[in-house]
């Protein structure tokens, strides 16, 4: 390609404000994800914590019902 023809090419650029607005976006975007990534990851532990506690209180009732 001709270095002439890159020349006529028309590159539409957005106004100031609006580009301000775009970036401001992609930061509470990429602040969302984080969030949602970490409130995915607190869930899990929860999940696993009481799964644990049915565990230990089946547990518990088994081992207490045997011995009865």
Do not use: C, W, Y
């Not at 023809?5 to 401001?24: D, H």
């Amino acid at each position: 390609v001709q270095r002439k023809a890159f020349k006529e090419i028309e590159i539409l650029v957005p106004a100031s404000e609006t580009q301000s607005q775009v970036a401001q976006l992609a930061g509470l975007l990429a602040q969302e994800r984080h969030l949602l990534s970490n409130l995915t990851a607190a869930v899990n532990r929860l999940h696993t914590a009481i799964g644990r506690q049915v565990i230990d209180h089946l547990r518990s009732g088994a081992i207490t019902e045997r011995h009865q």
